[in-house]
């Protein structure tokens, strides 16, 4: 069984550019989140994904953007980078949200750290 | 607006004795807690849960306690063991609520042989 694995595992970009983030989920979880989490902080929910199409999201601008593939791997992409979206970039798999105890553990990656210049 | 707090942003404590981590909440809504470890370099780990219709979880040297009056709950880990050494993140989770988890800040345990 294979765990969360994400890509890159750093990065440097300049303000303005744009950036995509990847993510593997874990063998047999069907739902991707995606955390930001600042220096210092805890991480901070961005959006989640099922069955390919986006059912959570938290305070984020329209310019982060998400996808899932039918193998349930996804893709985070952040538009006109800004200093403060200098991160370390969660990726988190889990089966669909539910109130048992299982379905609402997930599993994470160990992240993508962009630094925007 | 910090929903979830964990005012204690270190603890340090000797081998084989107790940690007591502790976390607030402020939303009422909230009924599933869970605790994360996080070693550098690394993403965080699901550690231990406990649902709002409970008031201990026990698993091993883990033990959650919530006092939903209080809005408080609290990580118990006996023996402390230096390989505890981490970051400890408390998450709340509302179904109601786009079912996103809510992390507090996190406290940095250091567990001293």
């Known amino acids: 069984e294979t765990g969360v694995t994400q890509s890159p595992t750093h990065l440097i970009k300049t303000r303005g550019q744009q950036v995509t983030l990847r993510c593997s989920s874990q063998?047999?979880?069907?739902?991707v989140s995606w955390y930001q989490q600042a220096l210092g902080q805890g991480p901070q929910f961005i959006f989640q994904?099922?069955?390919?199409?986006?059912?959570g999201r938290g305070n984020f601008p329209p310019r982060f953007s998400g996808l899932q593939f039918p193998n349930y791997s996804s893709e985070l992409n952040v538009n006109a980078l800004e200093l403060d979206d200098s991160a370390l970039y969660l990726c988190?798999?889990?089966?669909?949200?539910?109130?048992?105890?299982?379905?609402?553990?997930?599993?994470f990656g160990a992240g993508s750290r962009l630094t925007v210049l | 607006d910090q929903q979830v707090k964990q005012n204690s942003p270190s603890l340090s404590v000797q081998e084989g004795r107790i940690s007591i981590l502790n976390c607030d909440y402020t939303?009422?809504?909230?009924?599933?807690f869970l605790w994360y470890k996080k070693y550098p370099a690394e993403g965080p780990t699901f550690l231990i849960s406990?649902?709002?219709i409970k008031d201990k979880n026990e698993d091993g040297r883990f033990t959650v306690f919530l006092n939903k009056s209080a809005k408080h709950l609290s990580l118990h880990i006996v023996p402390s063991q230096p390989g505890d050494s981490a970051v400890y993140f408390c998450?709340?989770?509302?179904?109601?609520?786009?079912?996103?988890?809510?992390w507090g800040l996190g406290t940095s345990l250091a567990v001293n042989p």
């Open positions: 988190a798999s889990s089966l669909a949200w539910g109130r048992d105890s299982g379905a609402n553990v997930l599993t």
């Open positions: 063998s047999g979880h069907n739902t």
């Open positions: 994904y099922y069955r390919e199409e986006e059912n």
């Open positions: 939303n009422s809504m909230f009924d599933y």
């Open positions: 406990i649902s709002s």
């Open positions: 998450a709340a989770f509302n179904a109601g609520n786009n079912r996103k988890l809510i």
